[in-house]
C-alpha cells in the first residue's frame, strides 16, 4: 500500500470553487481516484485516470466542473472543483485504483461543504 493524505477541504458558497489534493507517497499517481460520501449516502466514485494515464474519467454529476490532474514534481493529485453545487457536499477521499473496481490505501477525506 502506499500512504495518502487528502487537504484542501473547506466551506464555499454554491458556485465557488476547491481545490482538494492528494499527497502520495509513491509513484502511483494516474493509479489515484477521488470518491466522496454524502450524508446518509453510499461512498460514490467522482473521477480517475485511464489506465494510460493520458485522460480521465468523470462521474456523469461532476463532468465539466471537476477536474483531475497530476503533479509528478511535488507527488500530489488535485481535483480542481469549479461551479460547486450544495449536492457536491461531502467527505472527499483519495485512493489507489488496483484494478478490478477494486481500491485501497484510502486517505483520511476531507470536508468539502457548499452553502446555497
Known amino acids: 500500500q502506499v500512504q495518502l493524505a487528502e487537504s484542501g477541504g473547506g466551506l464555499v458558497q454554491s458556485g465557488g470553487s476547491l481545490r482538494l489534493s492528494c499527497a502520495a507517497s509513491?509513484?502511483?499517481?494516474?493509479?489515484i481516484a477521488w470518491f466522496r460520501r454524502a450524508p446518509g449516502k453510499e461512498r460514490e466514485f467522482v473521477a480517475r485516470?485511464?489506465?494510460?494515464?493520458?485522460?480521465?474519467v468523470y462521474a456523469d454529476s461532476v463532468k465539466g466542473r471537476f477536474t483531475i490532474s497530476r503533479d509528478n514534481a511535488e507527488n500530489t493529485v488535485t481535483l480542481q472543483m469549479n461551479s460547486l453545487k450544495p449536492e457536491d457536499t461531502a467527505v472527499y477521499y483519495c485512493?489507489?485504483?488496483?484494478?478490478?473496481?477494486?481500491?485501497?490505501?484510502w486517505g483520511q477525506g476531507t470536508q468539502v461543504t457548499v452553502s446555497s
Open positions: 485516470f485511464t489506465w494510460s494515464g493520458q485522460n480521465a
Open positions: 485512493a489507489r485504483n488496483i484494478g478490478g473496481g477494486n481500491y485501497d490505501s
Open positions: 509513491g509513484r502511483t499517481l494516474r493509479d
